[in-house]
């Protein structure tokens, strides 16, 4: 038995079948699907943050409370706030979800 992985398979932009399928309003967002587009983004959301966080240092604040005189407070508390809300959609989908079978199979044509 070989233990080498095989390489992972890059899966390629979605792209339609036929021109027609296009929407004419949507033929001038087609480079978002890109690759690099989509890592651009990711590029530009972490410079931003970068760059709020160090703006905290230049600036100062008169705080309400003691702990949010930290540098990058609210920085890494909007991401705890964010990934929390985040995190919390499965055990709410466990909660409030129904079952797949939870509506009965319609005999009549609709």
Known sequence: ???AKKPAKKTPARKPA???DIHPLAR???WLVSDGARKGFMYVVGFAALLSIGADFLVHRHSHFH???FKGFFAFFGFAAFAFVVLMGWPLRRLTGRSEDYYPES???D
């Open 67 to 69: 702990f949010e005189e």
């Open 28 to 30: 001038p967002f087609l």
């Open 1 to 3: 038995m070989s233990t």
């Open 107 to 109: 005999t009549e044509d």
């Open 18 to 20: 036929h021109d027609e």
